[in-house]
């Protein structure tokens, strides 16, 4: 943590299956190694607050187990856990921001790509959010490699990286 006051940056790192919201200005939220897994990221510039979830696999049905255990993990749990939380902290929903990253194709051969996760993670994210009135801002969906994604809690400002350069400023 930093001193208040202090204009140094505070990570907030964010694994999969997890999500973090903030309304601290200094803190930016960061998720590494987004492959097929999508990473939801929402701003509400009124309020101040942002926050992402990486989640893993689109419907909780898939595991029911690791879903009691871990409900961020999947889409159909974990953006509604991700809006609650933001909600807690100030946000309105119709001042949210909202960009979906990842969703990659992580196979050395998509022709034998039945499971098609990435694709599969992409739809469920914007099937939850338009099924809760929720629109979609921008998104860096798709491709094949892995991205890293920062969130500035400051300004809601999104960077997405993948090999090392920036790809994507949202």
């Known amino acids: 943590m930093t001193a208040p006051g202090s ?4 990570w907030v790192r964010v694994g999969i299956g997890e999500y973090a919201v903030s ?5 930016t939220i960061i998720t590494a190694a987004l492959g097929s897994c999508v990473a939801v990221c ?15 696999l689109p419907d909780m049905r898939s595991n029911p187990v690791r879903a009691r255990e871990e409900p961020a993990a999947f889409a159909d749990s974990g953006i509604p856990l991700l809006f609650r939380a933001a909600y807690e902290l100030g946000a309105v929903k119709k001042r949210c921001q909202v960009w979906i990253i990842g969703g990659a194709d992580m196979t050395r051969n998509p022709q034998e790509d039945v499971v098609k996760i990435g694709q599969r ?7 939850v959010l338009w099924r809760n009135g929720i629109m979609i801002r921008g998104e860096a969906v798709g491709g094949n490699s892995p991205r890293t994604v920062t969130l500035a809690v400051a300004d809601g400002q999104i960077t997405v990286k993948a090999d090392g350069r920036v790809v994507s400023d949202l």
Do not use: K, S, Y
């Open 23 to 27: 309304d601290r200005p200094e803190e």
């Open 42 to 56: 929402l701003f509400d510039p009124a309020a101040g607050v942002a926050g992402m979830l990486h989640f893993l």
């Open 7 to 10: 204009t140094q940056t505070t």
């Open 121 to 127: 993670n992409i739809l469920a994210a914007r099937g």
